[in-house]
């Protein structure tokens, strides 16, 4: 298939139409805003419907309305405008609403900085809402991940009925790489998964069918309760994802996700040519996160695990020290307030933990 | 014999409300489901629920019903507008969803002129929490959260929906009315069915503002809250067509 | 075998076009990964802006860093900003209408050219980023000028009255590119 040239922003926007998107509501924030820009062209030639909303808040909502209505929809933001989403996702968790969405991560806290980060991570993870839902959260760590994921995603969302989030960052959203985008479904497919939706869907049913029901609550506590190991079940059911490098001999592990996670192979590969035995694991999935990725670590060869992530404090690490469970240190090697983590640095890191400092 | 009242079939029959006695949700409802089914569009409604009191028939309405996120049920109402135009689509909101913690909705969606139908339950205090003080709560009126009495020098004015939304190009119709009396329960009627009919013509936005009572949270009994409603809250909401294009 | 390009400059000279296009053209003519990374600040108008282009036979880590093989500066600021980014045995390339400090660095080549100046000559100042991209690709001869050229074509199709301008100012590039080798 040729390969393209596109931007992580357009390219995910494009990847979701390719997928059966038809809605999608959005609210500018930077460094996203080639998503809502790209699906108010993208959507219209496509039968689709795109509007800007007047808040981060009102979009999300508009995106819950339309997939309650049996409609494969998305919504964008960047850090700050997805903790405004997390009233809707949480809607929509409840509910039973399958929906995708997107972080283009940036600095934080706050209106913290329009760079790039990696400091929404137990925000992704543990708690994008009240209520203690889950979703599959999937980090890319290229812009093809980016539109492989985006577009899988839609599929996963509908199967399991529940939000499923791509957690990007500054860099994948707005660099250019080759992309090979997917195939794109056909208007009777995009169809086909909307009629298919339709005993459920809000969209009104005659008076001798069940009715549409959407209910992100319930007035019955045993009701709720029902549904809440509905949904534990549901989320004890998912596999998690990830890619593990170089573990047999390694010395070090460096372990990181999404952006980081290609700067650390890089650099890994830089040591092994230098005959620093670098090993690496790299979580796919950060929710589920893979624990069992890291049971083929050596813990008596390795001297030390290595955390690299764009977030300080780190958070990525706490999932880590669950996952090495005392077996070994666990260094970090860390940047933040938009600065963009280095191979350089990662190199030191690694040096440092050989050298015994 | 000649029928001449017939229960609506939008409501379940097995079911009780849980309306308070002399709440006019229940009124409201009623109305709504009969024109509904005088329309002929039971089949392709959807009903946007927002929270509080006015959630509390989910359970006993027969038709599709989503609920919002307090105060989004017009973004949630374009959602579905927008991606299935064959469905009506009818936002149920009280004061505090429409007017206070969902105005940018409410009024954004207005201004875009979404082809949605709100219906807008104006009572002047929120119901299901007890009692607080509304963005409509009239100057001088105890709430849970102003116990003596809302001042306009610390709270503001109430808010008058209608009037605002006036202000804006897009909205096709804007109407008050209440349901304190039989003459007024029949042009509320008359109200919801034409908001209904302008949605299905494709005129864009229409809002039903009506002005109802809470007797327990105003502290009185169902027939005192008829009087309180005709000298006192109609003279702060006038009843009439605000906009009507 | 990989080269990292930095370019940088005013905004408004064009750098993101010129780094663009240079690696679309490495994307549609080659197998090999490539990188585009823009950096803007948070204003719209003014400032500096400059970007990345990464070049790899192997996959990319970073797609921008703080060593890098070759470094274009377009005007002063930049070459304050940039000078120490260029790796030793690394190539800058500047625009010598605006920058011409002495190069306080002498385990670096240096190529100049004075595109702000040569675009005025051709009538329009905005080519001053076509002219520097035909001086890179000349300079490093590693990527066939012509399959540039065509990406130059494709992108400026809508304006096609400015495809003979910039055709004139792209193989002014080249010549003076080729020349300082």
Partial sequence: ?357 | MELLYKRTKTIQEDKVSGFCPGCMHSTVIKLIGEVLEELDVVSRTACVLGIGCCGLHMDYMAYDNITAPHGRACAVATGIKRTNPDTLVYTYQGDGDFASIGLAESVSAANRGENISVIFINNGIYGMTGGQMAPTTLLGMKASTAPFGRKAEEHGYPMHMCEILDRLEAPAYLVRTSCNNPANVMKTKNAIKKAFQNQLDGKGFSMVEIVTGCPTNWGMDALASLDYIEEKMLKEFPLGVIRDR | METNLCVAGFGGQGVMTLGKFLAESVCSSTDKNVTFFPSYGAEQRGGTANCYVVISDEKIGAPLGTSQDDVIVMNGASLNKFLSYVKPGGTLFINSSIVSDDIPRDDIKVVKAPVTELALEMGNSKVLNIIMLGVYVGYKGEIDPTIVWGTIEHKLASKAKLLPLNKQAFEKGLEIGRSQR
Avoid at chain 1, 12 to 18: D, G, I, K
Avoid at chain 1, 116 to 137: H, L
Avoid at chain 1, 145 to 165: G, I, K, Q, S, W
Wanted: glycine share 8%.
């Fill in chain 1, 1 to 357: 298939m040729a390969r393209v040239f596109m931007k992580g922003c357009e390219a995910m926007a494009e990847a979701a139409v390719r997928a059966g998107c038809r809605f999608f509501a959005g609210y500018p924030i930077t460094p996203q805003n080639e998503i809502p820009e790209y699906m108010s062209r993208r959507l219209p030639e496509v039968g689709g419907h795109f509007v800007q909303g007047e808040s981060e808040v009102a979009s999300v909502n508009m995106v819950y309305g339309a997939a309650s209505a049996g409609t494969r929809a998305m919504t964008s933001s960047s850090s700050p405008g997805i903790a405004l989403k997390s009233e809707g996702i949480s809607y929509c968790a409840a509910a039973r609403i399958p929906i995708v969405y997107i972080n283009v991560a940036r600095g934080g806290p706050g209106v913290g900085s329009i760079q790039p980060a990696q400091m929404d991570y137990m925000q992704a993870t543990k708690a994008s809402g009240n209520g203690g839902f889950e979703m599959r959260v999937f980090a890319p760590s290229t812009v093809q991940e980016a539109v492989d994921f985006t577009y899988r995603a839609f599929d996963l969302a509908d199967a399991d009925r529940n939000p499923v989030l791509i957690l990007a960052d500054g860099v994948i959203g707005t660099m250019i790489e080759p992309v090979e985008l997917p195939a794109q479904r056909s208007e009777e497919e995009v169809a086909a998964i909307k009629a298919g939706k339709r005993s459920w869907a809000c969209i009104g049913h005659s008076l001798d069918e069940p009715r549409a029901w959407i209910q992100p609550g319930n007035w019955s506590t045993a009701a709720m309760q029902q549904c809440n190991e509905d949904a534990a079940a549901l989320y004890a059911s998912w596999e998690p994802e990830w890619e593990s490098k170089w573990l047999d001999d390694a010395d070090v592990v460096i372990t990181a996700y999404g952006i980081s996670a290609r700067i650390a192979e890089s650099a890994a590969a830089l040591l092994r040519k230098e005959g620093i035995k670098v090993g690496l694991v790299r979580p796919i999935t950060v929710h589920p996160f893979p624990f069992a990725a890291y049971e083929a670590i050596d813990y008596g060869k390795v001297k030390a695990v290595l955390d690299v992530e764009m977030s300080i404090p780190a958070q990525f690490v706490k999932d880590v020290e669950t996952a090495v469970k005392g077996r070994c240190p666990i260094e970090t090697c860390l940047c933040s307030g938009g600065n963009i983590m280095s191979r350089e640095a990662i190199v030191d890191s690694v040096r440092r933990i050989m050298e015994g400092k």
